[in-house]
């Protein structure tokens, strides 16, 4: 796992290195994914989902009552992302997709689709706090993201990824990673 993107780098074919590379942008809620992984599909010409567009009408009804998913809720929605994925290596597309994955296991299961990126967004409760207030049309209970900075489990060492701040703008956000993504390509380009 590399912090920042200007760090000399030699990913292994299997992670940060493709050229058709899988990214997901994880994090808490708030921390910007779906804006920075809009932007860079657009940047990549890359296919893009909503992570969210993969829960079932039982997982959707669940958390519009209110009730927290389980992991047992969470699996199904997870291997519906990584099919997805799988589905954009094997057509040798980029894909894009924002997703929490929150924990290390989740990752471990998108991994399954092929060469997948991790780009960590992360910043400063206060500062997600009031991102997610100021953001319109989005409801969330306030103790949402208490619960989900207790449940993030950071990267490791061994696992393909960038962290980035999200006290940047959104475009350098991506543009960083569209330069990481260059710099993988190229190392591993025969
Ligand atoms: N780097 C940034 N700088 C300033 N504002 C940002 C940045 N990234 C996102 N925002 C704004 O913060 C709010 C939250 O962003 P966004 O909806 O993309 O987060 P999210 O991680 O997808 O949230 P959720 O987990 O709820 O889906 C939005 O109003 C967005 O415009
Ligand atoms: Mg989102």
Known sequence: MLSGVDTDVSPSPDS???CAPL???MGVAGSGKTTVAALLAGRL?????????????????KMASGV???DDDRWPWLRGIRDWLAAQHAASRPAVVPCSALKRAYRDLL???GPVLFVHLTGSADLLRERIQGRAGHF??????????????????DEPGVVLDVAARPERLAQDVVAHLAAACRSTRP
């Open 111 to 113: 991994r399954e689709a």
């Open 45 to 61: 010409d890359a296919a893009f989902a909503e992570g969210d567009d993969f829960h079932s009408p039982a997982n959707v009804a």
């Open 140 to 157: 969330m209970k306030p103790d949402m993201l208490t619960s989900q900075l207790a449940t993030l489990e950071p990267l490791g060492p």
């Open 23 to 25: 990214v997901v942008v």
């Open 16 to 18: 940060a290195g493709s």
């Open 68 to 70: 927290p998913l389980d």
